[in-house]
């Protein structure tokens, strides 16, 4: 699968995927749009992982993507739970009025 396509490419999509996750955490105030965007960066830290890891014909990189993605996943269920009392408390997800729960 891997033998069509060069690494090269799948380096260029990895990064151009990372990139679009930190400008996607660095502009955004929407919490839920926040936590997108960070799986996006971890997703594209698991395509480079699974390149390379299958590139060199070693199956460490997959072992580590199979750990990324747990974390991913309990990240997502605590992100989640952390929005449904943002939104419980202040009626807006946006992360500026998060501010408003220290009093």
């Known amino acids: 699968m891997f033998k069509?396509?060069?690494i090269d490419h799948y380096i260029y999509l990895s990064v151009v995927l990372f990139c679009i996750g930190i400008v996607?955490?660095?502009?955004r105030r929407n919490a839920i749009v926040?936590?997108?965007s960070v799986e996006l960066m971890l997703n594209a830290v698991n395509l480079l992982l699974v390149a390379f890891s299958s590139k060199f014909g070693d199956a460490s990189g997959q072992v580590f993507v199979f750990f990324i993605m747990t974390v991913a996943a309990a990240e997502v269920a605590v992100g989640l739970a952390i929005i449904v009392?943002?939104?419980r408390n202040t009626q807006s997800i946006d992360i500026?009025?998060?501010n408003r729960l220290k009093s």
């Not at 996607?24 to 502009?27: K, P, R």
């Open 34 to 36: 926040l936590f997108m």
């Open 85 to 87: 009392m943002l939104f």
């Open 24 to 27: 996607g955490v660095l502009t």
């Open 96 to 98: 500026g009025t998060s």
């Open 4 to 6: 069509d396509i060069f």
